[in-house]
């Protein structure tokens, strides 16, 4: 079982700056993919930003230039720097881990951590 663990949430003004971590229970070098999904009140979960276990990257269109992922492979963790923060990202953020083989593929969530951003 893969445990991962968010942090780094919380309440900031628009226009402000937040950083996400998120550790993961082991290597994830072992994933395909790290990325972060947030979710609005009934509002389906979305993906954020991508990061592969090759550093290619993949943000959504509404987080391009103000959103930054990246990921630390000695310290087991991925990141997502937030910034000039707008109300319509407040959201819960989860990360999610993809482990990918020949014979199957599947995915690891954290609980996720909430994010306000108040105008």
């Known amino acids: 079982q893969v445990l991962l663990v968010e942090s780094g949430g919380g309440l900031v003004q628009a226009g402000g700056s937040l950083r996400l971590s998120c550790t993961a229970s082991r290597t994830i070098l072992s994933f395909h993919e790290m990325g972060w999904y947030r979710q609005a009140p009934g509002k389906q979960r979305e993906s954020v930003a991508r990061i592969s276990s090759g550093n290619s990257t993949d943000y959504a269109d509404s987080v391009k230039g103000r959103f930054t992922i990246s990921r630390d492979n000695v310290k087991d963790m991925v990141y997502l720097q937030m910034n000039n923060l707008k109300p319509e990202d407040t959201a819960v953020y989860y990360c999610?881990?993809?482990?990918?083989?020949?014979?199957?593929?599947?995915?690891?969530w954290g609980q996720g951590t909430q994010v306000t951003v108040s105008s």
């Open positions: 999610r881990a993809l482990f990918r083989s020949m014979w199957t593929q599947r995915d690891y």
